[in-house]
């Protein structure tokens, strides 16, 4: 292209703006800086004009600055309780953790004890068995021997 004139895609790039944009107006105010150039629609570099950034007035991004920093602090205190309650329920969560592992093996104790127990009794039943036979009542009044 020549060097005055600009593809469209150039055009938009410089002037901060999408193509579409530049397209819709191509008909509108930037009629008389179209030229066909090789088959293609160039603008002429002197229609950036038309697309001059407008200053943005100080006050309203003062306030907005100010509702930003607001809202940050309030999302940050907000974070900051999350965080604490987080760390406190982990807490609570070991302790149940340490409370139910010992509840565990307290069961599994309990468990083992009616085990023990009757391993006991089964060592003693051999003695019980040593123990005088016992006799009837009218075996009693019968002469030994």
Not at 4 to 28: C, H, M, P
């Amino acid at each position: 292209m020549e060097e005055n004139y600009l593809s469209i895609k150039e055009f938009a790039g410089l002037a901060g703006v999408s193509t579409q944009a530049v397209y819709q107006r191509l008909d509108k105010d930037l009629k008389e800086y179209v030229e066909i150039i090789d088959g293609k629609k160039a603008i002429d570099i002197k229609a950036l004009d038309l697309f001059s950034v407008q200053p943005v007035e100080q006050p309203i991004d003062n306030e907005l600055t100010t509702i930003l920093r607001e809202t940050l602090k309030v999302l940050s205190g907000q974070l900051t309780e999350k965080d604490r309650q987080i760390a406190e329920l982990n807490e609570r969560l070991k302790e149940s953790n340490e409370l139910n592992r010992n509840n565990q093996i307290l069961i599994g104790r309990q468990q083992d004890q009616p085990k023990q127990i009757e391993e006991s009794s089964s060592i003693q039943e051999p003695e019980k068995k040593q123990e005088p036979e016992k006799r009837s009542f009218w075996s009693r009044f019968r002469k030994e021997s």
